[in-house]
């Protein structure tokens, strides 16, 4: 269960993502830096794991997590996502996000978040 | 590794180092340059002269593809020149970025000095002009000129000397 | 923050990004304040401050990251209440001033120097805009209650079956506990229970309204969560699905027995009044505010196809761009230039002259060739359009035309025009200089330029264009142009003047202002400072192996030409030898070369030795006099003359013999040495020796 897609806008996030999970033995099997890249990112390596940001251009997190779950019921997904942002975290929980993550995060956070999926 | 560990196993590189010069001899009287700054020691080999330069900058030496000036030390410290044989070297030192080949006319060995025996310069009055000395070793009888390594490279006199010419 | 201990990858990427979002925003900002509101870039700006914020805070840039905060606030609000009376001028200056700030805090960072200056007078006059705006704003609009009232008025209703209806054969009781620090630790609480429904009914829980108020997150965190639910499952499959919990601390499971839900069901009927529980999944609403970020990402989308090629390229959603490391760029230039070198060193080796090696130098050229697709591959990889340096110069211009009360239009030609990196980043400051000077003394005041007859608004052309291997960067400004005589005088004052007067070009007097300890300024601004910016802003150039005219005409305005050479590093050349040294002249500047009679040479009137060539005459620039070399070869007929021409003369210059032409990787000088006078840097030689590249353009002009 080591694979993992990092779906964010801010390439600064996608690298500290990418730097923390390496360090702790996942692999990053892609990146993308909006929803519609998530998703055809997702049906293209299928990951282990998706980090995903909420707040994307063009498609954002909660419609991507819908769409993922959508064509893999199974996908597990933890929203990355800032202080008050809450309606739209407890929407991606419906959608069927696993959990949620909240910026700014320490590595242990990520994880340890990682570890229970 | 924690930042705590990681800094002191830094500082204790650098401890071992210092107080470590590298000697060798420049008419008669034997000169140290840490050991830290020295790059590599060559024998002497063919300079490019390089036009309108001071004279003691002979010009530049081909190593392994980087190019790197030499200045004759003898010269710098305002003694008579020698003609080079095959005891001469060029000591490579290398301070911030900037490297230097410095010719001298043989080199002796790696002495380490101690802080305490290390003794300030004579000042001008006694008649000891050589501002690249920082110090003054002394290792049983023998007395070792300690070079002021940056400003022999980084001196403000030489830049001015060379905008000049 | 992050582990410390490999901070820098983290850093650069911080400084990166942050930085060019910066850029991005500023001109978005100078742009939405030309047309004179912020509604198609307001999503955009939001967006932007919301992840620098994000980014600053992961780095624990709290000064950044509270005023990107701020700013992400401020622009929350235009974006959601869209207040008709904003004065675009105001906010535009604020959000300027925020971005001067964040972009010395990331300079700073990117310097290793601690970034600890305080935001928050800034912050403060943000928050009390924001605040003024919201007060102003309070009666006059509709939409802002209606839609909170919306949010009131949201009803959550129970998806579960009726907890009266004894589904599942367990029922349980559990109790959680989050990690400290873990935050929106309600929306962990939604988020157990729906995962519970789908293994059973929930049935109750505590805190109740773990949606809507606000304390439930902190009598989470005090006391815990607490829920009962019936499930067919047992209690080890219980505990393994609640353990998967992210965040949590502390789990405990209590098997309920009949008499517990009995007392439940009492406890239901009290609570009929309070019924808010929970949101059914199927059914999707869409808040407000999202339909309003649909609308507006559509906008965006329209807006950023249109963009200039420097933005990131989101509109086919696939990048077909990627950012390299600069030093790994580096490294294979250097790498590049060694190959060739190496190469030559084979080819040219003199073990092999007078071999009759046929196969070897078809399979030589051959070798050549590939080598320079290589070459030009690499270089083609290192030039950057000039757009981002181009445009940053808006911002230049709209800042100090405002602060000098003058109206200045900077029109931009040919950004997509690219120059190697190394260039890009010595000529930034440059023309920011030579830009400040034409505003600050070229173009002259509205007043005065409509009594002289001219557009008020001044024009300032930025262009850039190929040339041969050359690239040309022009400033031009319709101002008021030089004064020749006042140069004049005053290079004259400074003796700066080495040829006679009446001899000097109008170009030759204009130059005059490059040369140090110039200056005609009778105040010094606070934009353009003193005299000898000028003569910084030549050796930037210079320093990229560039050269700067001028040319003006008064009253018209004034033009500044300068010229880079595209490929900077590797060249062809011809290579003499002198003596026992070896000098390469760049074979584009090589007219001819010959062997001469004493015949031809002649002298003019200052003793100057001179050459006649098909009846014209031209000056002879001895190499080994020039440079004080020694050599045996001083007599004309004895030698080579290679005819060479800069832009300004043609002459000869005079060498031992001729070497051979090849191709040169140019190297600096070590920067210990100040180069003499013509010589642009040096080369190694295929037979190991070191040669010294010559600079026609400086060896005589």
Redesign the interface.
């Known amino acids: 269960m080591k694979r993992v897609l990092v779906a964010d806008d801010a390439a600064f996030m996608r690298t500290s993502l990418r730097i923390m999970l390496e360090r702790n033995g996942y692999e990053i099997v892609g990146e993308a830096e909006n929803g519609i890249v998530a998703f055809d990112k997702y049906k293209e390596v299928s990951p282990d794991i998706v980090t995903m940001d909420i707040t994307m251009p063009i498609c954002d997190g909660i419609e991507a997590v819908r769409k993922i779950k959508e064509y893999d019921k199974n996908a597990k997904i933890i929203i990355i996502s800032s202080m008050g942002q809450e309606s739209f975290v407890r929407e991606a929980v419906l959608a069927g996000a696993k959990g949620f993550i909240v910026k700014p995060f320490k590595e242990e956070n990520v994880i340890e978040a990682i570890k229970k999926l | ?3 705590l560990l ?1 800094k002191d196993i830094l500082e204790y590189e650098e401890d071992t180092q210092k107080g470590k010069y590298l000697t060798f001899a420049i008419a008669n009287e034997i000169y140290g340059i840490e050991i830290k700054y020295v790059t590599e020691i060559i024998g002497i080999q ?1 300079i ?6 001071p004279d003691y ?1 002979k010009g ?3 190593l392994r ?1 980087k ?3 030499v200045i004759d030390v003898r010269l710098r410290f305002k003694k008579e020149p020698l003609e080079y044989n095959d005891r001469t070297c060029i000591v490579v030192v290398e301070i911030r ?4 080949g410095l010719i001298v006319d043989s080199v002796s060995e790696v002495v380490s000095i101690s802080e305490t025996d290390i003794v300030l310069p004579p000042d001008s009055s006694t008649g000891f002009n050589n501002r690249y000395i920082k110090g003054i070793g002394k290792i049983g009888d023998e007395v070792k000129l300690l070079i002021d390594c940056d400003k022999l ?1 980084n001196d403000e006199e030489t ?1 001015m000397l ?2 000049i010419s | 923050m992050v582990d ?2 490999n901070h820098e990858p983290m850093v650069e990427m911080f400084v990166f990004e942050t930085s060019q979002l910066m850029d991005e925003l500023e001109e978005t900002l100078i742009n939405s304040e030309k047309e004179s509101g912020f509604t198609s870039t307001i999503d955009e700006i939001f967006r932007i401050m919301h992840t620098v914020k994000g980014s600053a805070a992961m780095m624990m840039y709290d000064n950044i990251s509270s005023l990107a905060h701020s700013i992400e606030d401020l622009f929350f609000y235009l974006r959601e209440e869209q207040p008709d009376n904003v004065d675009a001028s105001t906010v535009t200056d604020m959000v300027l001033d925020g971005v001067d700030f964040i972009k010395n805090e990331v300079s700073k960072i990117q310097n290793s120097i601690e970034s600890d200056d305080s935001a928050d007078e800034l912050i403060e006059k943000i928050n009390e805009f924001l605040k003024s705006l919201k007060e102003q704003n309070l009666n006059g609009n509709t939409k802002e209650t209606s839609k909170t009232k919306t949010e009131d008025k949201q009803q959550y209703y129970i998806i579960s079956k009726g907890a009266s209806e004894n589904t599942g054969n367990y029922r349980y009781e559990a109790h959680l506990k989050f990690t400290d620090g873990c935050e929106m630790e309600n929306i962990r609480a939604f988020s157990v229970i729906h995962d519970l429904k789908e293994i059973g009914d929930v049935l109750y829980f505590y805190p109740e309204n773990v949606i809507e108020d606000e304390k439930a997150s902190k009598i989470i965190r005090n006391e815990g969560f607490k829920i009962e639910f019936q499930t067919d499952l047992n209690l080890e499959e219980v505990r393994d699905r609640l353990n998967h919990t992210l965040f949590l601390d502390k789990l405990e499971v209590y098997i309920k027995n009949d008499d517990f839900i009995e007392q439940f069901q009492n406890r239901e009927t009290l609570k009929e009044k309070n019924e808010i529980i929970l949101e059914d999944s199927e059914v999707e609403e869409k808040t407000p505010s999202e339909n309003q970020d649909i609308v507006d990402k559509k906008e965006l989308l329209d807006k950023t196809t249109k963009k200039s090629p420097v933005s990131k390229n989101i509109t086919s959603g696939k990048q077909s761009v990627i950012s390299v490391n600069i030093a790994k760029l580096d490294s294979l230039m250097d790498l590049v230039g ?1 190959l060739v ?1 190496s190469v030559a060193m084979v080819t040219q080796n003199p073990e092999l002259k007078g071999l009759p090696l046929d196969n070897f130098y078809k399979a030589a050229r051959q070798l050549n060739k590939i080598t320079n697709e290589l070459q030009d591959v690499v270089m083609s990889i290192r030039m950057v359009p000039l757009a981002a340096t181009f445009h940053k110069m808006n911002r230049i211009v709209r800042d100090m035309s405002k602060k000098l009360n003058k109206s200045v239009e900077l029109k931009i030609i040919g950004e997509e025009t690219e120059v190697d990196k190394n260039i890009i980043e010595r000529i930034s400051d440059p023309l920011i200089h030579l830009i400040r000077n034409s505003i600050d003394h070229g173009i002259e005041e509205i007043e005065e330029r409509e009594k002289k007859g001219k557009d008020p608004i001044g024009k300032l052309v930025l262009e850039a264009k190929n040339a041969g291997g050359d690239v040309w960067i022009i400033i031009k400004d319709d101002g008021r142009g030089l004064d020749k005589d006042k140069i004049l005088s005053k290079a004259r004052e400074n003796g700066l003047i080495e040829k006679a007067e009446e001899e000097l070009t109008d170009k030759e007097i204009y130059s005059f202002i490059f040369k140090p300890g110039f200056s005609t300024k009778e105040n010094i601004s606070e934009f353009s400072g003193r005299g000898v910016g000028m003569d910084i802003v030549m050796k930037n150039i210079e320093t990229v192996g560039g050269t700067a005219y001028v040319d003006s005409k008064l009253d018209e305005g004034t033009t500044i030409s300068i010229k880079f050479p595209l490929t900077l590093a590797i060249i062809d050349g011809i290579t003499v030898k002198v003596g ?3 000098y390469t002249i760049p074979t584009i500047s090589i007219k001819e070369s010959f062997k001469v009679k004493n015949e031809a040479i002649v002298e003019d009137e200052n003793g100057n030795e001179m050459i006649m060539v098909r009846g014209e005459a031209y000056p002879i620039l001895r190499l080994h006099k ?4 020694n050599t045996e070869i001083t007599d004309i007929n004895d030698g080579i003359v290679v005819m060479v021409e800069n832009d300004f003369r043609t002459y000869c210059i005079f060498a031992d013999a001729l070497l051979g032409e090849q191709q040169v990787v140019v ?1 600096a ?6 180069s ?2 013509g ?1 642009a840097g ?1 080369t ?1 030689l295929g037979d ?3 040669s ?1 590249i010559l600079d026609i353009s400086k060896l005589m002009n």
Not at chain 2, 97 to 100: A, E, F, T, V
Not at chain 3, 669 to 674: A, D, M, R, S, T
């Open positions: 590794m924690s930042k990681e063919k490019t002269e390089i036009p309108e330069v900058v530049i030496i081909n593809g190019i790197i000036p970025d900037i490297s230097l490279i830049e060379v905008n | 410390n201990t060694e070198i026992d040294s070896r020039y440079y004080k070399i190297k000088l070590p920067k210990y040495i100040e003499a006078k010589i040096c190694l190991g020796n070191i010294l």
